[in-house]
């Protein structure tokens, strides 16, 4: 049975499973062929093809963060275009982005890289202390845009928290019923959390967990920090003695929340960093504690294209095991 190789360095995909994908695989036991297709397609694509290891360029910054936030600092980004051409030249697994941005440059690259189309989105005109997004998306864009996937961010601990997880659940049949993947940003906010509860470990592997429990194949979390938000998870924390001092013992507490390890959690790469090893050092955390990668926005696009696609190279070759 082949075991399959790495085709290509742009987008290209690998020749049949790998056992590691085969095994991830057989996770998702009540999806159909087409969602598991779609998966398969995910994990074979790229530098990282085959290994189960991910990394992902998500571009919905300028729509949660505004233009000049996201763009100004590397002007040549504001062109959607840019962003496509970025991912498949770096080797990404798969490109994710809002409607308009991926609208804009899908035809020109059909086919050549996996696409996730976010279907949701919160802007910060009015920034509330208990968001809730906007369906801004459809499956039936997903569709006809050629995606492989739906994202869709929900925030536990907003008091809006309900709503989200009633949307996703509707959008998750659906596009489960026409073989698509979901992938779900699962980012704690709200006026009942402190902005350091935000990435606290117990809330970071709760909204990790209810992620999965929602229907989630792919799971995009915070990286978190030792803190506990919760009294009574902090009395649990301590009795079962939970190892939190490092950054990999923390991931590796995330991914045991997702049904032990059976779904996969990808990391964010948060705000940019001027420090290039601050993020590999993340990388490496992500790696040795069982995560399965990044999906890394700003710290991509907002740095120029050569030291970006050299910066990628860099995360993915720590993946890969070819870097310490």
Known sequence: MATGTNVGTKGGYTNGNTDRVREILSWYESDNPGVKTNLARLLNAGRLGGTGKFVILPVDQGFEHGPARSFAINPAAYNPNYHF?????AGCNAYAAPLGFIEAAAARHAGEIPLILKINNHDV????????PSVTASVADALRLGCVAIGFTIYPGSAQAQIM???????????????LAVVVWSYPRGSSL???GETALDVA?????IAAELGAHVIKVKLPTQFIEQPEAKKAY???NVQRATLAERVRHVVQATFDGRRIVIFSGGPRKDSDEAVFDEARAIR?????????????????????????????????????
């Open 165 to 179: 997880y009633q949307e996703l659940r509707e959008a998750a049949e659906e596009a489960k019923s026409v073989g």
């Open 125 to 132: 005109l009015h920034d509330e202390k208990d968001p809730l």
């Open 288 to 324: 040795d504690g069982g995560g399965f990668g990044s999906i890394i926005g700003r710290n991509s696009f907002q740095r120029p294209r050569e030291h970006a696609l050299n910066f990628l190279e860099t995360i993915m070759k720590i993946y890969s095991g070819e870097l310490a």
């Open 85 to 89: 051409e970025l991912a498949l030249a």
């Open 238 to 240: 301590e009795n079962a």
């Open 205 to 209: 592997a709760y909204a990790a967990h």
């Open 194 to 196: 402190s902005k350091e």
